[in-house]
């Protein structure tokens, strides 16, 4: 089993910047993807960024430039920098595990609320 312990959410005037961070703990494959979707009231979920234990990313236009994806392997912990952010970017973010020698399985965190509003 593998957990996922996110923080970092908030209110933020827009301009502003957060930070969040995912810890994984558990059974923790070694080559995976962990990353970070949001889902804003009535919207699908959709991706915001992820990244690979070897280093890989992907990260939705909508972020580029703004937003920035990193992890410490060593920590199992995965962060997203989150700069000049705008009232569209809120939304409650979810933490994603996925590891690749395993198909049709991946891990949810619970989910933290971003709020950008003056």
């Known amino acids: 089993q593998v957990q996922l312990l996110e923080s970092g959410g908030g209110l933020v005037q827009p301009g502003g910047s957060l930070r969040l961070s995912c810890a994984a703990s558990?059974?923790?494959?070694?080559?995976?993807?962990m990353g970070w979707y949001r889902q804003a009231p009535g919207m699908q979920r959709e991706l915001v960024a992820t990244?690979?234990?070897?280093?890989?990313?992907n990260i939705a236009h909508s972020v580029k430039g703004r937003f920035t994806i990193s992890r410490d392997n060593t920590k199992n912990t995965v962060y997203l920098q989150m700069n000049n952010l705008k009232p569209e970017d809120t939304a409650v973010y979810y933490c994603?595990?996925?590891?690749?020698?395993?198909?049709?399985?991946?891990?949810w965190g619970q989910g933290t609320q971003v709020t950008v509003s003056s």
């Open positions: 994603n595990y996925k590891p690749l020698a395993v198909s049709r399985y991946d891990v």
């Open positions: 558990g059974s923790i494959f070694r080559s995976n993807v």
């Open positions: 990244i690979a234990t070897g280093g890989t990313t």
